[in-house]
């Protein structure tokens, strides 16, 4: 029965960390395409002003 514990709690450790991990993962991928998001919005701002201006 302990060793039976013992592999539930490396799973469940194991899920944690993963979760951790890709959580990170998405909110740096979030920060990029959100600056990205930014830069090309202000580019094609930019590009509006000479095309109408």
Do not use: C, P, Q, R
């Amino acid at each position: 029965m302990l060793e039976y514990n013992e592999k539930i709690y490396k799973k469940v450790s194991d899920a944690g960390a993963v979760g951790i991990i890709v959580g990170i993962i998405l909110i740096v991928i979030g920060i990029a395409v959100g600056t990205i998001s930014i830069v090309f919005g202000a580019k094609a701002l930019h590009a509006k002003k000479h095309l109408i201006g």
